[in-house]
Nanobody, 124 residues
Framework: QVQLVESGGGLVQVGGSLRLSCAAS????????VGWFRQAPGKEREFVAA????????YYARSVKGRFTISRDNAKNTVYLQMNSLKPEDTAVYYC?????????????????WGQGTQVTVSS
């Protein structure tokens, strides 16, 4: 069993930066694939970024590539999402997710464990 707790959300101006954190419980978390998703009001949840535990391959949505960076610190059982050059369309609740051996990294249905979410609001 894995529990995930996000933090780091908030209100930021266009062009600003935020770093989201996702703290995980569980001794084997370092062996889990991890992802970030987001959901804006009235929209479906969408993939943002993901990282495999084995080999460290990373995946990004086209809309955030070059602006967002996913990373993990296995010693701290924490996953990060560094968000730069934020835009109003990045406004959403951001969720981290984890699962052992994810089949499709970009699909939310592939993940077993989810955090409660953290709000990110980008003002223009």
């Amino acid at each position: 069993q894995v529990q995930l707790v996000e933090s780091g959300g908030g209100l930021v101006q266009v062009g600003g930066s935020l770093r989201l954190s996702c703290a995980a419980s569980g001794r084997t978390f370092s062996m889990y694939d991890v992802g970030w998703f987001r959901q804006a009001p009235g929209k479906e949840r969408e993939f943002v970024a993901a990282k495999r535990w084995s080999g460290g391959s990373t995946y990004y949505a086209r809309s955030v590539k070059g602006r967002f960076t996913i990373s993990r610190d296995n010693a701290k059982n924490t996953v990060y999402l560094q968000m730069n050059s934020l835009k109003p369309e990045d406004t959403a609740v951001y969720y981290c997710a984890a699962s052992f051996s994810v089949a499709t990294m970009t699909s939310d249905g592939s993940y077993d464990y989810w955090g409660q979410g953290t709000q990110v609001t980008v003002s223009s």
